[in-house]
């Protein structure tokens, strides 16, 4: 199937809330501090589905890359045989997306070029050929230059800041191979799984002020397009439900990472925060629904949803 050309934003098009606060979170390291990373299974998924039948190397697009949180797990989960000794897929090329300058900056201190990036030390331990090509550029998800025959495109918990689902679709498709796989991750705070995170979620997502957050589920206009009806067809959701390891300090920086929280004055930021706190320091266990790891060291589970969906190109 032949795909026009999209005619689309420039690659700097971004979220004016996103690019704010994530050029600040980024570039602070604070977000990727505070993120969590992803399940395993999960991200065995994307690889194991992306992996085509002649079992040659991946070719690997990834938009919204962000700090490189998914990038590191995918790049590892690639090169390392599966759980049932199946050998790894490999990497062919990675190429990697972020319209936040911060974030860029990060990524490719972290990923590629700083002393201890996680190219070197894969390529070190032999799990990467010098020869395979590692990069990352300013994207957008309507514009990006990732070439063809990728059989992969991965957005991590990005996508529902996409401001023209149909343009991006068109983009995306046009640089998958058929057969290949568009992979949109997400985690989320599970405010079903314990009173204290919906408590939270109330807190801050009041201060939210129309950005288009994964939750409130815009991004299913993407199901509406010209570009998904001809380009895609979906896979089943999944979802991984599990808890993790948290701090006073760990869910006060998680909610600072958040673009709209950062952008926010600093003295509104601290009002924030000292609520979170006296929350979470006054209120009984047991209404909160707090369930300890290790409370003399004030470490408590963090119950988190990912919801993965795929879907193949035509």
Not at 12 to 30: I, Q
Not at 207 to 220: A, I, V
Not at 247 to 259: A, F, N, Y
Request: aromatic share 8%; glycine share 8%.
């Amino acid at each position: 199937m032949t795909i026009d050309a999209a005619s689309a934003p420039a690659p700097s098009a971004m979220h004016k809330v996103a690019r704010s606060g994530f050029d600040s979170s980024g570039g602070s390291g604070l977000y990727d501090r505070a993120r969590p990373s992803y399940p395993p299974a999960a991200i065995s998924t994307i690889i194991s589905e992306a992996t085509p039948s002649s079992g040659s190397p991946l070719r690997v697009v990834e938009l919204g890359v962000g700090t490189g949180i998914a990038t590191r797990m995918l790049m590892a989960a690639a090169t390392s045989p599966s759980s049932d000794g199946t050998p790894p897929a490999g990497i062919s090329s990675y190429a990697a997306f972020e319209p936040s300058a911060g974030m860029r900056s990060h990524f490719d201190t972290a990923i590629i070029s700083g002393q201890d990036a996680l190219v070197k030390q894969m390529q070190d331990k032999g799990l990467l050929s010098p020869n395979v090509t590692v990069t990352v550029e300013d994207g957008a998800f309507e514009k990006f230059e990732g070439g063809a025959d990728n059989d992969a495109v991965v957005i991590a918990q990005a996508w529902h800041w996409c401001q023209d689902f149909d343009q991006a679709l068109t983009q995306i498709a046009q640089s998958l191979r058929p057969g290949g796989i568009l992979a949109l991750i997400w985690n989320l705070e599970d405010r079903d799984a314990a009173p204290w995170v919906a408590k939270i979620r109330d807190i801050y997502e009041a201060f939210e002020d129309g950005t288009p957050q994964y939750r409130l589920m815009k991004w299913h206009a993407m199901y509406k397009t010209q570009a998904f009806a001809n380009y895609f067809t979906p896979d089943e959701p999944r979802h991984v439900h599990r808890v993790l390891p948290t701090t006073l300090q760990g869910v006060i920086d998680r909610v600072l990472s958040k673009s709209y929280i950062s952008v926010l004055p600093q003295e509104k930021q601290d009002q924030l925060t000292a609520q979170i706190a006296d929350l979470l320091n006054n209120t009984p266990d047991q209404e909160l629904g707090r369930n300890w790891i290790d409370k003399d060291q004030g470490v408590w589970e963090y119950p988190y949803r990912t919801d993965l969906h795929i879907f193949r190109r035509k």
